[in-house]
């Protein structure tokens, strides 16, 4: 089973700060992704992160918000940029596994 | 209309109950995926499955192909089961990999 340490669990942030989020895997996988939860909501998925390429975001997701950084196969970054208080959620990233999906602890993140 | 439909959205249940999560879904699907989500936010992959049925310990869970419909059951539920359930489908598009949630089971075990 692979096992993913996401940091920080938590933060809070001023307006117009950003934060980079790191997840960083046991194994090697070659796509990670990542995932917005707002409060009350379901999960959305923001990208997918391939080694080697650049990320590929979905609909209402821009990288000049979200950038994301693949350098290598066991470790991602998502940074969420120019922060205002609609961007507070939960972040979380994920890997695939044999017969599982695997979730990072997940990033609380506050904008005040 | 959401793809994925589950219910209750909100379960109170004594020590030792039953408990039955439902999900619907609408699409043609690779897999199914059952997670627990503990109010930190962190997220447990609890189950996933194409057909018929899997056990873990007092969880079990169970798909209905045909009728794009399955469950989770807790047997002998403990307080420490109280989390919010998530249904989640895999659909396969091309290399990528697309999971669609649902809106997630809140579930509180009362000792």
């Known amino acids: 089973s692979a096992v993913i340490s996401q940091k920080p669990s938590r933060d809070i942030c001023q307006r117009g700060t950003s934060l980079t989020i790191q997840c960083q895997v046991d194994s090697q996988v070659t796509m990670m992704f990542w995932y917005r939860q707002q409060p009350g909501q379901s999960l959305t998925l923001i990208a997918t992160?391939?080694?080697?390429?650049?990320?590929?975001?979905e609909s209402g997701f821009v990288i000049d918000k979200f950038p994301i950084s693949r350098p290598n196969l066991t470790f991602s970054t998502l940074t969420v940029s120019n922060m205002s208080p609609e961007d507070s959620s939960i972040y979380l990233c994920?890997?695939?596994?044999?017969?599982?999906?695997?979730f990072g602890q997940g990033t609380r993140l506050t904008v005040v | 209309k959401n793809e994925v439909e589950q219910s209750p959205q909100n379960l109170t249940a004594q020590e030792g109950e039953f408990i039955t999560i439902n999900c619907s879904y609408s699409?043609?699907?690779?897999?199914l995926h059952w997670l627990q989500q503990h109010p930190g936010g962190g997220i447990v992959s609890l189950f996933m499955l194409s057909s018929g049925k899997k056990k873990h310990g007092r969880l079990i869970a169970t798909i209905n192909i045909q009728e794009k419909h399955s469950s989770l059951h807790i047997t002998a539920s403990h307080p420490r089961d109280s989390a919010v359930y998530i249904c989640a489908v895999g659909i396969s598009s091309g290399s990528a990999r697309q999971l669609t949630f649902g809106s997630g089971t809140q579930l509180t075990v009362l000792p």
């Open positions: 992160a391939n080694q080697g390429s650049e990320a590929t975001y």
């Open positions: 994920s890997v695939d596994g044999p017969g599982y999906t695997f």
């Open positions: 699409v043609g699907i690779s897999a």
